[in-house]
C-alpha cells in the first residue's frame, strides 16, 4: 500500500495520537475546504483538525495561535471547555497559555480597530498601541 503525505500524518497520528506535531503537519499539508480520512473513519477539513488539536492539546499555545491566526471575522471555534471563542477571544487564551509567546499579542494588535480595547486573562485591558508595547517587552 501507497500512502501520500497526508495519509502518512494520518497513519502516525494513529501510531502516537499525543504529538501535537503531527496535527499541525497534517493541517498544513490540507488545501483549503481539502479533507482528511482519520483512522477513525471521521473525514476532517483543516478547520476540524484545529479543533481537534485544541481539545487533545488545550493549554498548548501555538495551536490555538495557529487555530486563531486561520479564522475569518465572526468566525467562532468551540473550545475544550464549551466555551465559544471567536478570533480575538482564541488570540487572548493563547497568550493566558503562553505570556511569552509574542506572536498571538501582535496579531491581537492588528485586529483590534482604532478605540478597540479587549481584556487580557490577566484582567488588564489594552488597546492595539498598548498590545503592540506590551509584545516588545
Known amino acids: 500500500r501507497v ?3 497526508k495519509q502518512l500524518y494520518v497513519e502516525a497520528i ?3 495520537p499525543e504529538n501535537i506535531s503531527l496535527y499541525f503537519c497534517l493541517c ?3 488545501s483549503a475546504g481539502e479533507t482528511v480520512q482519520m483512522h477513525d473513519g471521521r473525514a476532517l477539513d483543516k478547520r476540524q483538525l484545529y479543533v481537534e488539536g485544541i481539545q487533545r492539546f488545550p493549554g498548548y499555545s501555538v495551536e490555538l495561535y495557529n487555530r486563531a491566526h486561520d479564522l475569518t471575522a465572526g ?3 468551540t473550545l475544550h471547555d464549551g466555551r465559544v471563542v471567536d ?3 482564541l488570540y487572548v487564551e493563547a497568550l493566558r497559555c503562553d ?3 509574542s506572536d498571538p499579542i501582535l496579531c491581537l494588535a ?4 482604532p478605540g478597540e480595547t479587549v481584556q487580557l486573562h490577566d484582567g488588564r485591558v489594552l488597546d492595539s498601541k498598548q498590545l ?4 516588545i517587552r
Open 132 to 135: 503592540l508595547v506590551e509584545a
Open 28 to 30: 498544513d499539508a490540507l
Open 99 to 101: 505570556p511569552d509567546f
Open 87 to 89: 478570533k480575538k477571544q
Open 75 to 77: 468566525e467562532t471555534v
Open 110 to 113: 492588528n485586529e483590534l480597530v
Open 3 to 5: 500512502l501520500d503525505k
Open 14 to 16: 494513529r501510531l502516537e
